[in-house]
């Protein structure tokens, strides 16, 4: 019991970084579950990709303008994911989506950002910018991560449907007459997951606790809805064991975290690969 | 039936970047006609079709079809738009034909999901209703897409292609479903390959080559094809 409690809940219960860390893993995996599941029913991980190294340009000028400050990281970072998630959405409204494109944009925005951060910064910024600090959130940062994913949430629960059927059949939709630019509003809830994941994960990271736990969600093949809910709580599970594997390991949480979501996922594979050879076996299926 | 079934194409061009896929397409497809669009590969059916539902930018020219502009359009793309793998069952894909009902915001009611049902069951899948669209054969899936072409109840539907790689079967039940919908008086445009059956069914024909060729009666029209 004793062993169990110094394991399990005595560093969150000492630490108070670990709490906050704790508190903006859980808030991140809310938004997270819903935006990576929809993120890959519409196949757009590459875009999610792309995005999360958007994010950094703007998010180094707001670094070099006012030191870490988890605001100016917000706003600068908020400012060039859009401006990119624009240029991206004009580039897919050219008739066939265009990879290199948009491999092109991830390269060219994640060297701007190194260099503008190399520039004036550290390697410790550097670092941080790249990697994350998830263990030195404070209490605005907190808030910021906090509202981010209540407006996602949101968001999410007013689009869903539209947002789903798009992605099974975008010309079903535009031929009932939804003509809102649901793409544009979803790359803009994307950016906004992204940026609020910045300051934990880092450009390199932030979009790892999106696709990860959504994609080990998706082996188990579930309906829409319920993959969503699979899919948050498996970022609840792989933040908390990142966070005590980082603890007790003295090893980097935002990689930590990442790396648990990723055996999460691979656990997914193999556990849904062998209940769908299994499971004839038991007859639980016609 | 619908009085605001007409389309009528004023010198339609459609351009994808410097490729012309459709020039200068002039005419209308009366209210109630059933009119099957044929032509080469890349002769421009299913821009034709885009260009009528309104889901692609026309060049030049105009498209005026009323239908369009109340919510009553059905459109039927090839199945390489539909992603078939999303987690879809069938009778949630059949009860989306009730989107006019109730929106973007709100579930099918239960009046609509009973509908639903029995459009399934018209089409043949009754059986198939709590399946997954992933595990259905391609002509189940054409089925459950007639099925939500049904619940539309639209005063046009375009069809690309409907009966491309589909068994004999389903081809008969999918091509009957089109016929009630004629004598119902909706609109049907429909993108054929298959010139026996556009010959027995179908009494008006446009024929394609970016530009149209003929458009008209289909003994009269379906002779451009061959030249």
């Known amino acids: ?286 | 039936m619908n009085p605001d079934g007409g389309v009528q194409l004023g010198g339609v061009t459609v351009r994808y970047g410097r490729r012309t896929a459709l020039e200068g397409v002039h005419g209308s497809f009366a209210p109630g006609s059933l009119t099957a669009v044929v032509g080469a590969n890349g002769a421009g059916k299913s821009t034709l079709l885009m260009a009528v539902a309104g889901t692609v930018r026309l060049a030049h020219g105009a498209v005026a079809c009323p239908a369009r502009a109340q919510r009553r359009l059905a459109f039927l793309p090839q199945l390489a738009a539909i992603d078939r793998s999303f987690p879809l069952t069938v009778a949630e894909l059949v009860a989306l034909g009730g989107w006019r009902e109730f929106g973007a915001f709100r579930a099918p009611s239960p009046a609509l999901r009973a509908r639903a049902e029995e459009a399934a069951v018209t089409v043949g899948l009754a059986e198939r209703l709590r399946r997954r669209v992933s595990e259905l054969s391609e002509g189940e899936f054409r089925r459950a897409l007639f099925a939500r072409l049904i619940l539309q109840d639209a005063a046009v539907i375009l069809l690309d292609e409907p009966f491309a790689a589909v068994d004999t079967a389903t081809t008969v039940a999918l091509l009957d479903q089109l016929m009630q919908w004629h004598e119902e008086g909706r609109t049907v445009i429909a993108v054929l390959h298959d010139l026996a059956m556009v010959r027995t069914h179908f009494p008006e024909t446009l024929v394609l080559a970016r530009r149209c060729l003929a458009w008209g009666a289909t003994e009269a029209a379906l002779p451009a094809m061959a030249a």
């Open chain 1, 1 to 286: 019991m004793t062993a169990a409690h110094s394991l399990l809940v005595a560093p969150f219960e000492t630490l108070g970084f670990m709490r906050s860390a704790l508190v903006a893993c859980l808030a991140l995996a809310l938004a997270n579950g819903a935006v990576g599941t929809l993120l890959l029913l519409r196949r757009m991980s590459l875009d999610g990709d792309v995005l999360g190294h958007a994010v950094m340009p703007g998010a180094a000028v707001g670094y070099l303008y006012a030191g870490p400050s988890p605001t100016w990281l917000t706003l600068g970072g908020l400012a060039s994911g859009l401006a990119v998630a624009a240029l991206a959405g004009a580039i897919t409204r050219r008739g066939a989506r265009d990879d290199a494109a948009l491999v092109a944009f991830y390269l060219v925005a994640l060297s701007l950002g190194v260099l503008l951060v190399a520039w004036r910064g550290s390697n410790v910024d550097l670092v941080r910018v790249l990697f994350g600090t998830v263990l030195a959130i404070d209490r605005q940062a907190l808030w910021q991560i906090a509202a981010a994913s209540s407006v996602i949430l949101l968001a999410v629960a007013a689009l869903y449907r539209p947002l789903a059927v798009e992605a099974f059949d975008p010309a079903f939709l535009r031929a009932v007459g939804a003509r809102a630019g649901y793409r544009a509003v979803f790359s803009m809830l994307v950016v906004l997951a992204l940026v609020a994941s910045f300051q934990a994960f880092g450009t390199l990271l932030a979009v790892g606790p999106m696709l990860l736990p959504a994609a080990a969600a998706r082996c188990w093949s579930l309906g829409a809805a319920a993959s969503i809910a699979l899919a948050t709580a498996f970022g609840l599970a792989s933040s908390v064991c990142g966070l005590l594997i980082s603890y007790h390991g003295n090893l980097p949480s935002g990689p930590a975290i990442v790396l648990s979501a990723g055996m999460l996922f691979g656990l997914s594979l193999l556990a849904a690969g062998a209940w769908r050879r299994l499971s004839p076996l038991f007859g639980s299926r016609p």
